[in-house]
């Protein structure tokens, strides 16, 4: 009896263990607001800002955020930025606010987010906190109509690989990794008080239409799409030339090959005429030749985030282009009438 009570235990605590995976990000309607303005009021410039909330289960809630100050890159600044926060998390403690930190935000320019740096802080994040999500926010994006909101994580195949600092083609076939599994893009979910819910009723307006429909319904997006086409080129450019070095690199694996092949048949030629006069052969391998030292293949992870960077460009044309013939649609339609 004893011992199946003892398994019992062992077992539940095992299931303890056990980490549900997030499914969700619920976002106090506050917290999306501050962001918003925050972004919106240092666009264009690149904010970032700290989030805070709880992890329940599969689901982390964010209950909280406050900005961090724009500042030149320094040390001194940076460790006045770390008091920063720690202060600010100690003053919120003691007003019995939620001050667990569950993420960052961070506003961005067309979708341009998906960079190393973007993947350190991850990283840098994870060393402390077991699932933390980062928010991006894109101002340009909202002017159209749409609030361009998403919650992003890093993918567990992904960390593996970047804690090895192994991206050759051979790992990331093993791992079966693409470059669209790099990030994981986690749903959002928009809570709301009982007593705010109330309260946006009281202030709903008796018109159908809002602002943000007549925004929706703007013909000229012509400098959207222009930024769009020429982050676009950029990033062509920048995946050009890292199909260049992966050239390069392939170019001269194959004359190593070839030149060690060459050796390798002198060699054996030479063991043949040491042989025939009753010498001792000579190893078939030489470690101190420069030809036998292995050639360092270059890391794809710069070129799968360029190729990440590309499809998001293509999407948002393709969403927006796709939205601009609805209304033109529209717009003939009332002028036939």
């Given at each position: 009896?004893?011992?199946?009570m003892?398994?019992?235990?062992?077992q539940?605590?095992?299931?303890?263990?056990?980490?549900s995976?997030?499914?969700?990000?619920?976002?106090?309607?506050l917290?999306?607001?501050?962001?918003?303005?925050?972004?919106?009021?240092?666009?264009?410039?690149l904010?970032?800002?700290q989030?805070?909330?709880?992890?329940?289960?599969?689901?982390?809630?964010v209950?909280?955020?406050?900005?961090?100050?724009?500042?030149?890159?320094d040390?001194?600044?940076?460790?006045?930025?770390?008091?920063?926060?720690?202060?600010m998390?100690?003053?919120?403690?003691?007003?019995?606010?939620?001050?667990?930190?569950?993420?960052?935000?961070?506003?961005?320019?067309l979708?341009?987010?998906?960079?190393v740096?973007?993947?350190?802080?991850?990283?840098?994040?994870?060393?402390?906190?077991r699932?933390?999500?980062?928010?991006?926010?894109?101002?340009?994006?909202?002017?159209?109509?749409?609030?361009?909101?998403?919650?992003?994580?890093?993918s567990?195949?992904f960390?593996?690989?970047?804690?090895?600092?192994?991206?050759?083609?051979?790992?990331?076939?093993?791992?079966?990794?693409?470059?669209?599994?790099?990030?994981?893009?986690?749903p959002?979910?928009v809570?709301n008080?009982?007593?705010?819910s109330a309260f946006?009723?009281?202030?709903?307006?008796?018109?159908?239409v809002?602002?943000?429909?007549?925004?929706?319904?703007?013909l000229?997006?012509?400098?959207?799409?222009?930024?769009?086409?020429?982050?676009?080129?950029?990033c062509m450019?920048?995946?050009s030339?890292?199909?260049?070095?992966?050239?390069f690199?392939?170019?001269s694996?194959?004359?190593?090959?070839?030149?060690?092949?060459?050796?390798?048949?002198?060699?054996?030629?030479d063991?043949?005429?040491?042989?025939?006069?009753?010498?001792?052969p000579l190893?078939?391998?030489?470690?101190?030749?420069?030809?036998?030292?292995?050639?360092p293949?270059?890391s794809?992870l710069?070129s799968?985030?360029?190729?990440?960077?590309?499809?998001?460009?293509?999407?948002q044309?393709?969403?927006?282009?796709g939205?601009?013939?609805?209304?033109?649609?529209?717009?003939?339609?009332?002028h036939?009438?």
């Amino acid at each position: 009896m004893a011992n199946s009570m003892a398994k019992s235990f062992l077992q539940v605590a095992a299931t303890e263990e056990v980490v549900s995976p997030l499914r969700v990000v619920q976002i106090e309607g506050l917290v999306i607001l501050k962001i918003i303005k925050h972004c919106k009021e240092f666009s264009p410039a690149l904010v970032t800002g700290q989030l805070l909330g709880l992890d329940v289960g599969s689901v982390l809630e964010v209950t909280n955020c406050f900005p961090f100050p724009i500042r030149e890159e320094d040390e001194e600044i940076e460790a006045d930025g770390a008091n920063y926060q720690l202060e600010m998390m100690r003053c919120l403690r003691e007003v019995n606010v939620d001050n667990n930190t569950v993420g960052w935000y961070q506003s961005t320019i067309l979708g341009s987010y998906q960079t190393v740096e973007l993947i350190e802080t991850f990283m840098n994040y994870q060393e402390n906190i077991r699932r933390c999500v980062c928010i991006i926010y894109d101002p340009s994006r909202s002017n159209q109509g749409v609030l361009a909101l998403k919650a992003l994580k890093l993918s567990d195949s992904f960390m593996e690989l970047y804690r090895a600092n192994s991206f050759t083609g051979e790992k990331l076939r093993e791992k079966n990794l693409s470059w669209m599994d790099i990030f994981e893009e986690i749903p959002i979910k928009v809570s709301n008080s009982a007593l705010i819910s109330a309260f946006m009723t009281e202030l709903e307006s008796d018109t159908p239409v809002t602002q943000c429909d007549y925004d929706r319904l703007q013909l000229s997006n012509n400098p959207y799409m222009e930024r769009n086409m020429e982050f676009l080129i950029e990033c062509m450019d920048d995946l050009s030339v890292e199909q260049q070095k992966f050239q390069f690199y392939y170019r001269s694996l194959s004359r190593q090959q070839a030149q060690q092949q060459a050796w390798l048949q002198k060699r054996r030629a030479d063991n043949m005429q040491r042989k025939a006069a009753g010498e001792d052969p000579l190893p078939e391998e030489d470690p101190s030749n420069p030809i036998f030292k292995p050639i360092p293949e270059p890391s794809r992870l710069e070129s799968f985030l360029i190729t990440n960077q590309i499809a998001n460009y293509c999407n948002q044309i393709n969403g927006v282009s796709g939205q601009s013939f609805n209304r033109l649609y529209l717009m003939k339609s009332l002028h036939d009438n």
